[in-house]
């Protein structure tokens, strides 16, 4: 996945700093970072570490107090905001849709500051409900209290992609989502940016969906300290330090194994020439869902890529390298 | 002679005052509307001003209209333009207030997710805060329109127009000929007019009123 992406930085932070008048301490301490262009990068710390307001930094709606961002190549610092945000997509938990406009009008807003002609937009609107799985027949004339949570925050997706803007920053948007609607919409939105392929900078308190979603996780302290930017894998198997692993929490091996890939580990686990049925899995599947598929279907034998692997050396090979002192 | 051959035999003049009444309530309440809507504009990054100035047209609310129309007699002399000051001054507290509670009742997520997508203040005051605060806005302009068409009859006492000169001229000779009609017939009438601007106004919200703030 990671090989596909190209290199280029997308957003560069060169010590970005944020104070407010009276206060003794930086609300953000001077923070440097690159993501790269079709990055899914999440913010993940305790509340008050300063990740929305960092977030908030990025399109400045919080104004930094020193620093420099660089998106795409230029420096937004001094940059007009409001045409700086209407080609940054902003994705709120509150989802924040005008209630006295229909779904239609939502979306359209940003087509229609940017000058897009009637026809354009319509087209773009429907083109974007269909995108987010809402049928445009249905939706596209409905106000926003007509709709669920999850359709609610569908469309407030939808109004963010509108002028295709290449860069999305996305505030906890599915934390005010029921858990199981919440799942689905993250497959979702996966499954979509995987298509779409943004550069999307995404913040969470919740450590699994930054586990899920990221393709890089930064792991911000108190004090807006970033303890650790790296993937998930990485992360799992060598937290910085102890703020991280108390971060992940327990059983940090097992989460390991939805983030490795079948493919990945059976390269370094022993072959066996055990007879009996094996379960044939694909070489980019997770271990856990592959591990799942062999205890409900209770096979002992993993064949991925011609190489048949038993279950325990699968496991063990999956978190082998993980190192934890304690 | 019964209240109700009074008032079909003079009904011309019970027309005519009705139609003063409502053209000076109009009058002052659209004045006190551009005085509020101004202040409140001019305020907008001044919360402690207009929190000052909010207390104070509430506290003008709280003079006697009796007292205040006799107070501007000896600046505005009698007659009009005394009555619709009087009433505009009225008017402006409700109006302001109701302005400020609908803009401050707007959701800051909304808000929020406006300055987020690239509105600019202007649009989004047209755009979205205005829209949304509207029925509350609305609702100022209404309590406004009815409590000035009941305080207006007092203008009579200035010399002013409306439906006031029926109440005082029937009381100021109650027991005779007619008397105690004359000033009935002006309360009615003034129940009349604020009757049919309140429906006016229920019509003005239902057709202004985006449907999504409805349902």
Redesign the interface.
Known sequence: MSDSVATESMIRLVEVTKRYPNTPADAVRPLSMEIRRGEFVVFVGPSGCGKTTMLRMINRLIEPTAGQIWIDGRDVTHTDPDELRRHIGYVIQQVGLMPHMSVARNISLVPEMLGWDKRRTAARVDELLDLVGLEPGTFRARYPKQLSGGQQQRVGVARALAADPPLMLMDEPFGAIDPIARDRLQDEFLALQERIRKTIVFVTHDIDEALKLGDRIAIFAEGSRLAQFDTPREILSRPADDFVRSFIGERAAIRLLSVVTVGEVAGRAPATDRPGEALSAQPEEPVSAVLDRMLTQNRQILEVGGKRVLAQDLLFASTGDRQDPA | MDFFSYVSQHWERISFLGMQHLQLVLIAVLCAGVVSLGLVAATERLPRVRAALLSFTGTLLTIPSFALFALLIPVFGLGVLPTILALTVYAVFPIARNTVTGLEGV?P????????????AT?RLF??RL??AWPVILNGFRVATIMVVATAAIGAAVNGPGLGELIFRGLSRIGGANALNEALSGVVAIAVVAAVLDLIFVAIGKLTT????H?
Do not use: E, F, N, Q
């Open positions: 959701d997520s909304v808000i929020d997710a406006a300055r987020g997508m690239g509105m600019s649009r755009l979205v829209p949304l985006s449907k999504g703030l349902v």
